[in-house]
């Protein structure tokens, strides 16, 4: 059977495949695609609306014996089946997939801290971007924090010639019974992805730290151009970031930031720190805006004072 290669990259609803390659071919056949979406309502509803469903071939071509099949992006999680000729494709098939700029960073483990690096091919120190990923992407397999949501690759695509370090927390994920529980939480028992051996909880971060640290010392980092950014726990773990190294970070961006008894009195206490905090009204729960819009107007009525 033909090399068959998946190309993908990450959008911001996670990794997407966009093109298939096979080898050995000097044609064009008749080529088409189903079951390109995820078995969600809302994933099906979008196929639909898009034109994806009907239409998820968008053009192939044939080049030195390698046919290229360009396909309207859709989840690489999907249970796809791509028809070429009278041949039949399907992801167990796949014998390769190239991942736009995921593949650039490189995957490290240093004592307990799993994480993916991108290195600017740029000589001399620095900027770093430290990127905190949420609670779906925690696990040990030091992948799903670069393909589960839309933040490392895209930094690496924006600031090429910084590093972006990625960091993988400990944990499940969000499992079923885990999703069930965070219906229920409120702002007092708040934090239930973090503890003292998951999340970003402070030993873990400090590790990163060190990290970021000994990359100053080797003269690879400014260490006055280092940076923090995360979102859901992430965010969390940004504004905690904050409490443990305060020396080390020249500003943060915290999007939807979990909002605990701990990151708010962060929160409130970052008087001379330049951070942005960003949510919308859809993020998650209801509480975690009041929190932040608490933190945020006692810092400007201390300003005031």
């Not at 078995?39 to 609306?49: E, G, H, Y």
């Not at 099949?69 to 041949?87: K, R, T």
Request: charged share 25%; hydrophobic share 35%.
């Amino acid at each position: 059977m033909s090399n068959f290669i998946v190309y993908s990259k990450v959008n911001d609803s996670g990794q997407e495949i966009y093109r298939f390659t096979l080898s050995g071919r000097d044609c064009v056949p008749a080529i088409s695609i189903e079951n390109n979406y995820k078995d969600t309502a809302i994933d099906c509803f979008l196929a639909m609306k898009t034109g994806r469903k009907s239409k998820g071939i968008e053009g192939a071509e044939v080049k030195d014996g390698v046919l290229a099949i360009d396909c309207a992006p859709f989840s690489i999680e999907s249970n796809y089946i791509l028809h070429v000729g009278e041949e039949t494709y399907t992801a167990k098939d796949v014998t390769e997939v190239k991942t736009l700029w995921a593949d650039e960073f490189e995957g490290i483990k240093e004592e307990e801290v799993n994480y993916r690096l991108y290195r600017p091919s740029a000589k001399g120190a620095r900027p770093l971007i430290l990127f905190l990923h949420g609670g779906g992407e925690a696990g040990t397999d030091n992948w799903r924090q670069l393909v589960g949501c839309y933040g490392p690759t895209a930094l690496a695509e924006a600031y090429p010639d910084c590093y972006i370090m990625a960091p993988q927390a400990r944990g499940l994920g969000i499992t079923p019974d885990m999703k069930e529980m965070l219906k229920h939480q409120t702002f007092a028992n708040g934090g239930a992805l973090d503890s003292r051996t998951t999340g970003w909880n402070r030993e873990y971060l400090a590790s990163i730290m060190d990290i970021i640290r000994r990359m100053v010392k080797e003269g690879l980092v400014e260490p006055k151009r280092i940076y923090v950014t995360g979102f859901s726990m992430g965010g969390a773990g940004t504004l905690r970031a904050l409490s443990v190294g305060p020396d080390l970070f020249a500003a943060a961006v915290c999007i939807c930031p979990s909002m605990t008894p701990e990151t708010y009195q962060i929160l409130c206490g970052l008087t001379h720190t330049k951070i942005w905090v960003a949510c919308s009204y859809l993020d998650h729960s209801y509480y975690r805006h009041k929190y932040i819009v608490d933190g945020i107007m006692s810092w400007m009525m201390d300003q005031s004072r």
